[in-house]
């Protein structure tokens, strides 16, 4: 007997308790409603993760769930939006109930740690493809975006540099001594939620790192019209990324490997004392446009960049 999608729906995906006040309507009607405070604006982002494309098939539905809304949650994060909200759509090639169970599981253990409700979406049929709208709440004007950056600011980021990277080449048959964290990192990246919340006020320009540091710190120096040199031996690496370097002599590949999903972020000088959070000082921005290394006392321009559909 075929399995009727609002029965899935409400097995796997109705949350029996509203986590935000915002959200005044949820699952069951035609649209979720929600009530905007007067003092504060919508962020809203939207990534679709694709089998074959952004993870193996055969990937363990309950990691999907949490990446699936980690890098969602990841954006909201770079604009220093606290989440509230979020729809899901899932293409699905069969409804087989044991992945729908580990998905939910994934997704919804997430959404709670950070009072997310899931207010809607549509399920169909054909190759797994996996989407998320998510939404949050900023101040009026205090979001952080991309164009803020000024010449002289410091540039930071959260947590480890490569360490996704390696987990996806490990994916693909590199023989690492000790796999497991960098397989974590892979599969289940923590979205910087209140890092972007505690340092909103002080940072000039913001990103979350989901394509690789060169190309996502490229946005922030594009829109705001300046430059940037990296010290690379400020860069926060692993012992297993370092391991990674002195086997391989791919120095670049922590620069240019994607899915790391922390922030980075530029910060003026007489503000550095404000920020509180665990983060490196990586580089500084200049008026000299394009992306520096410096690397064994010299600098240069990088030339390859991170990850790009359509490429």
Same mark, same amino acid.
């Given at each position: 007997?075929?399995?009727?999608?609002?029965?899935?729906?409400?097995?796997?995906?109705?949350?029996?308790?509203?986590?935000?006040?915002?959200?005044?309507?949820?699952?069951?009607?035609?649209?979720?409603?929600?009530?905007?405070?007067?003092?504060?604006?919508?962020?809203?982002?939207?990534?679709?993760?694709?089998?074959?494309?952004?993870?193996?098939?055969?990937?363990?539905?309950?990691?999907?769930?949490?990446?699936?809304?980690?890098?969602?949650?990841?954006?909201?994060?770079?604009?220093?939006?606290?989440?509230?909200?979020?729809?899901?759509?899932?293409?699905?090639?069969?409804?087989?109930?044991?992945?729908?169970?580990? #998905?939910?599981? !994934?997704? $919804?253990?997430? &959404?709670?740690?950070?009072?997310?409700?899931?207010? =809607?979406?549509?399920? /169909? +049929?054909?190759?797994?493809?996996?989407?998320?709208?998510?939404?949050?709440?900023?101040?009026?004007?205090?979001?952080?975006?991309?164009?803020?950056?000024?010449?002289?600011?410091?540039? #930071?980021?959260? !947590?480890? $540099?490569?360490? &996704?990277?390696?987990?996806?080449?490990?994916?693909? =048959?590199?023989?690492? /001594? +000790?796999?497991?964290?960098?397989?974590?990192?892979?599969?289940?990246?923590?979205?910087?939620?209140?890092?972007?919340?505690?340092?909103?006020?002080?940072?000039?320009?913001?990103?979350?790192?989901?394509? !690789?540091?060169?190309?996502?710190?490229?946005?922030?120096?594009?829109?705001?019209?300046?430059?940037?040199?990296?010290?690379?031996?400020?860069?926060?690496?692993?012992?297993?990324?370092?391991?990674?370097?002195?086997?391989?002599?791919?120095?670049?590949?922590?620069?240019?490997?994607?899915?790391?999903?922390?922030?980075?972020?530029?910060?003026?000088?007489?503000?550095?004392?404000?920020?509180?959070?665990?983060?490196?000082?990586?580089?500084?921005?200049?008026?000299?446009?394009?992306?520096?290394?410096?690397?064994?006392?010299?600098?240069?321009?990088?030339?390859?960049?991170?990850?790009?559909?359509?490429?």
């Amino acid at each position: 007997m075929p399995v009727s999608e609002f029965r899935l729906i409400d097995k796997y995906f109705t949350q029996k308790i509203k986590k935000s006040a915002v959200n005044r309507k949820g699952i069951g009607d035609d649209c979720a409603l929600m009530l905007i405070p007067a003092e504060y604006e919508l962020a809203v982002t939207v990534d679709t993760m694709v089998e074959g494309v952004h993870f193996f098939a055969g990937t363990d539905p309950k990691l999907l769930g949490h990446k699936l809304l980690a890098v969602n949650l990841s954006d909201l994060a770079a604009m220093g939006a606290k989440p509230t909200s979020v729809t899901l759509a899932l293409t699905l090639p069969e409804v087989n109930e044991n992945w729908l169970k580990g #998905f939910s599981e !994934g997704f $919804l253990s997430l &959404a709670n740690q950070f009072s997310v409700d899931l207010i =809607g979406g549509d399920t /169909s +049929s054909g190759k797994l493809t996996l989407t998320v709208q998510a939404m949050g709440m900023v101040p009026k004007g205090r979001a952080m975006l991309r164009s803020g950056a000024k010449i002289g600011d410091y540039i #930071f980021m959260t !947590g480890w $540099l490569g360490d &996704a990277g390696l987990g996806l080449k490990i994916e693909k =048959g590199f023989n690492c /001594s +000790s796999p497991n964290s960098a397989l974590k990192q892979f599969h289940r990246p923590f979205p910087r939620v209140n890092e972007g919340l505690a340092i909103m006020a002080h940072s000039n320009a913001c990103i979350d790192i989901s394509d !690789g540091l060169a190309s996502d710190l490229e946005h922030i120096l594009k829109q705001s019209h300046v430059g940037a040199r990296i010290d690379w031996d400020k860069l926060p690496l692993s012992k297993m990324v370092r391991s990674y370097i002195e086997k391989t002599g791919d120095w670049q590949m922590p620069l240019t490997a994607g899915d790391d999903y922390e922030l980075c972020f530029t910060v003026a000088p007489d503000k550095i004392h404000l920020i509180k959070i665990d983060c490196t000082q990586i580089g500084v921005v200049e008026e000299e446009t394009g992306f520096r290394v410096q690397r064994l006392g010299k600098t240069k321009e990088l030339g390859v960049k991170g990850f790009e559909h359509f490429s």
